[in-house]
């Protein structure tokens, strides 16, 4: 595991605490309350302690049971090959990331050679630093990815993906994403610009609504932008 531990926390209308569990490694929140009786409409808010670093992010919920899903195949990349006792490194990685809208249009990070997704356009965002609070990582990730001062409004939803396969680095990994992705405005947008050079982000720019189906979209990042769509209002 790396990073914080990530707990999950759901309320009822009320305000009452019903569940407080770790999320384990290749869960997912909403499976998880399913598993204990609960549906829920996704966050409404996500708080850190810095030692030990945790992050809980609270869901209202309401009983129910919903679809709790298979959670026992874990994808594999494709052709991938083990050597003889190859065990995989497990890894949780919580990162947050950012749909960043402004007069411009939305914001995204092109993913460089350093990733498994070259070429690709995604959300601006990354890992949390040892004992680093969700929003002030958000800052400071759009900031070294795009250049840009947003304003964080709130907690959008929590997306998660586990496979086995191979970092750029060559090492075989069990891993667990975990993504706090946020909703944000930037009053003052530029041209981006990137400062973290030579790491995981090629370029960054601004879009216009209908100029998003004709991006290599990293994965999942289309499902995030569909409220952004010109169907959606733009």
Known sequence: MTGPALRVVGVDASGAERVRERLA?????????????????????????????????????????????????????????????EEPVVLQRVAVYAIV????GVLLAENSALTNAAGTWGLPGGGLD???????????EVWEETGQRVDIDRIGTVTTRHWVGRAPSGRLEDFHAVRLVYRGTCPAPTDPVVHDVDGT????????????????????????????SPGAGG
């Open 101 to 104: 809208r402004s007069s411009r």
């Open 130 to 140: 040892p004992g680093e609070q969700p929003e002030a990582a958000l800052h400071r």
């Open 25 to 85: 490694h290749g869960d997912d929140p909403v499976r998880l309350l399913a598993r204990h009786g609960y549906t829920t409409n996704g966050p409404v808010s996500v708080v850190a302690e810095a030692d030990p670093h945790t992050v809980t992010v609270v869901y209202e919920v309401s009983k129910g049971f919903g679809r709790i899903g298979d959670d026992d195949d874990v994808p594999r990349d494709e052709g991938l090959e083990l050597g003889p006792g």
């Open 201 to 228: 982000t090629a370029a960054s720019a601004w879009f216009a609504p209908w100029e998003l189906d004709g991006l290599p979209l990293a994965a999942g990042t289309r499902e995030l932008l569909a409220d952004v």
